[in-house]
């Protein structure tokens, strides 16, 4: 059984946590590890909330444990650094993102590919060294300096934040996949956190870019203020057959339970449709179209620190951001309650430090 993250470390932290399953979030006095010769702390300036915030304190995945801080996209400026750490210096502004630790030795971790270690530690609702992790909902953390991500100086940090999970999510698929050929089509599945990011990642990436979503009101802020050059309604059987076979690329961003059919059959011959979104249920594999048109469907989760590095870079270079609604920590539950509903355009970002200020 883990030990109380509360008693058992010698520096005091202060966070909003949730308790039980209704997710409800309220201020948390808990405490951290100390310094150690390859760690890097960071005072937390800026959180995003992600989806999967939501998930965990509600326990929707079932192995939350209570008290649950959550947060993982961390920026904030260094405070400390170890006798070890070269990369950072105090003052650095910096990012954290999903994972905190990983084994160091297995494949996945030798090729930087730390997000498929079979042990990570995540940002938070892992054990850690007889304790668990608690996330970005607070005032400073400690992280070893592998996990330690430099935060270009031009990007604003508030709406950087969200890079660090939603950006990387998007990134590394389609690096991966070769989605990025100047001239080639991409489609976007779904338009909200994760969508909105891969838009402006296609376009800097010079690909053609369609939206393709349920909601047909979405269009003018999908061309006129994200840059998508086209919009497809998912919903409307006359304008899915039009586009039928136009698509080199899909990214599929949707989280609730879909068909995958009508999206295969967008795509070309060779065309690749990848998925991003954690539906609830598993989804229907359609086998005859991959066959047919000799199509491929993979998955991908976040990135490893080497590519989450390149992608911050490449965001820097490139001016992307995400378009956020800056939150105080006190307004974190109802922000989840819109969050539920998708009533967000297009992620949450919680002013840590000037939320703890004045407490």
Known sequence: MAKSPQTELPLKAFGWAASDTSGILSPFHFSRRENGDDDVTLKILFCGVCHSDLHTVKNDWGFTTYPVVPGHEIVGVVTKTGNNVTKFKVG????????????????????????????????????????????????????????????????????GAPLLCAGITVYSPMKYYGMTEPGKHLGVAGLGGLGHVAIKFGKAFGLKVTVISTSPNKEAEAIHRLGADSFLVSSDPAKMKEAMGTMDYIIDTISAVHSLIPLLGLLKLNGKLVTVGLPSKPLELPIFPLVA?????????????????????????????????????????????????ADVKYRFVIDVANSFSSL
Request: aromatic share 8%; with cysteine.
């Open 92 to 159: 650095d502004k910096v990012g954290v993102g999903v994972i905190v630790d990983s084994c160091k030795a297995c494949d996945s971790c030798q090729q930087d590919l730390e997000n498929y270690c079979p042990r990570p530690v995540f940002t938070y609702n892992s054990p850690y060294n007889g304790t668990r992790t608690q996330g970005g909902y607070s005032d400073f953390v400690v992280v070893h300096q592998r996990y330690v991500l430099q935060f270009p100086e031009n990007l604003p940090l508030d709406a």
């Open 293 to 341: 048109g000799r199509k491929l469907i993979g998955g991908s989760n976040f990135g490893g620190l080497k590519e989450t590095q390149e992608m911050l870079d490449f965001c820097g270079k490139h001016n992307i951001t995400a378009d956020i609604e800056l939150i105080k920590m006190d307004q974190i539950n109802t922000a989840m309650e819109r969050l539920s509903k």
